[in-house]
């Protein structure tokens, strides 16, 4: 089946890190750009950091700027979402998704619409 699976998520303390993964099944992920967003409770989902498909653009959220990083390993079909400094704040669900990008191998985007497939989510905690 076609679907993207997010792994990594767990309990951390402020200041430790997390590395996410974003796997894809069914699929390759060398036309996608990927995002990763993220949803605490009460709040609307935020795209944090995106991927293009070909040219290793990537563009992050002011609110990760610094701390986390994206990066792709189209032979192994993941995404990574490294998070270091974490704090409290980062609380939440995070989810990875992939936008088929046809004509363009350097775009990639924050915005949640569009995007052809997502993941079900990883749960981080930062909390001591």
């Not at 990927?34 to 991927?51: D, L, V, Y």
């Not at 989810?95 to 079900?120: F, I, V």
Request: net charge neutral.
């Amino acid at each position: 089946q076609l679907q993207l699976v997010e792994s990594g998520g767990g309990l951390v303390q402020p200041g430790g890190s997390l590395r996410l993964s974003c796997a894809a099944s069914g699929f390759t992920l060398d036309y996608y750009a990927i995002g990763w967003f993220r949803q605490a409770p009460g709040k609307e989902r935020e795209g944090i950091s995106c991927i293009s498909s070909s040219d290793g653009t990537t563009l992050y959220a002011d609110s990760v700027k610094g701390r986390f990083t994206i990066s792709r390993d189209n032979a192994k079909n993941t995404v990574y979402l490294q998070m270091n400094s974490l704090k409290p704040e980062d609380t939440a669900v995070y989810y990875c998704a992939a936008l088929r990008t046809y004509h363009s191998g350097s775009y990639c985007q924050l915005e949640y619409y569009g995007m052809d497939y997502w993941g079900k989510g990883t749960l981080v905690t930062v909390s001591s």
